[in-house]
């Protein structure tokens, strides 16, 4: 079965950075996108950007373009989400999901999520 | 304030059917899939519906979605205690460079 296991807690001074890890099991990682969404505290959802480990592709959300950096490392199955110059409203859950197209953000959907990293930003 | 606009609450009680309404545009509902997404309080999302009105494995048919025009729905027929949550609705927006947006969130009492 499908498993998306998410780093532990984080807690950073504003201006610092974060980079929160998603190792995959239960399917091929190249055969499906990654995308991450977050969510602030008693708040909706949010989605940050896609990135492709097939072909290293990326698409971010033009609310975090300059701040966010997603890789993937194949040989582990695992993707990264790196965010920069955090502020106290970047205190949230960050999820990664598997996305169901690997070509392209705009296709497929979220269909499987990890269980969720918080990141909290407070002096 | 969300691009998808959704009812903050809706409630009902047990066996009763209720409806999830999403609004949003011509530029994300209006021409693309719209999705659905459960979340229990602190856990993670689960797909609920795919495609405006498609089951993922494990989803009972008592949930279904609809879409019309800019608008779409989820209805849960035969309400049960362990279907209280929030629900989201998503789809992608072509406007700009491209975005996938969210409701807001709906909280599904179950009395």
């Known amino acids: 079965q499908v498993h998306l296991v998410q780093s532990g807690t984080e807690v950073k001074k504003p201006g610092a950075s974060v980079k929160v890890s998603c190792k995959a099991s239960?399917?091929?990682?190249?055969?499906?996108?990654i995308s991450w969404v977050r969510q602030a505290p008693g708040q909706g959802l949010e989605w940050m950007g896609w990135i492709s480990p097939y072909y290293g592709k990326t698409n971010y959300s033009q609310n975090f373009q300059g701040r966010v950096s997603m890789t993937t490392d194949t040989s582990t199955s695992t993707a990264y989400m790196e965010l920069g110059s955090l502020r106290s409203d970047d205190t949230a859950v960050y999820y990664c999901t598997r996305h169901s197209d690997f070509w392209s953000a705009s296709r497929g959907y979220f269909d499987f999520w990890g269980q969720g990293t918080l990141v909290t930003v407070s002096s | 304030q969300s691009v998808l606009t959704q009812p903050p609450s809706v409630s009902g009680t047990p066996g009763q059917r209720v409806t999830i309404s999403c609004s949003g545009s011509?530029?994300?509902?209006?021409?693309?899939?719209v999705y659905w997404y459960q979340q229990v309080p602190g856990t993670a999302p689960k797909l609920l519906i795919y495609?405006?009105?498609q089951w993922p494995s494990g989803v009972p048919d008592r949930f279904s979605g609809s879409k019309s025009g800019t608008s779409a729905s989820l209805a849960i027929s035969g309400l049960r205690a362990e279907d209280e949550a929030d629900y989201y609705c998503a789809a992608w927006d072509d406007s700009l460079s491209g975005n996938w947006v969210f409701g807001g969130g709906t909280k599904l009492t179950v009395l």
């Open positions: 495609r405006n009105n």
């Open positions: 011509t530029s994300n509902i209006g021409i693309n899939y």
């Open positions: 239960g399917y091929s990682f190249t055969s499906f996108g």
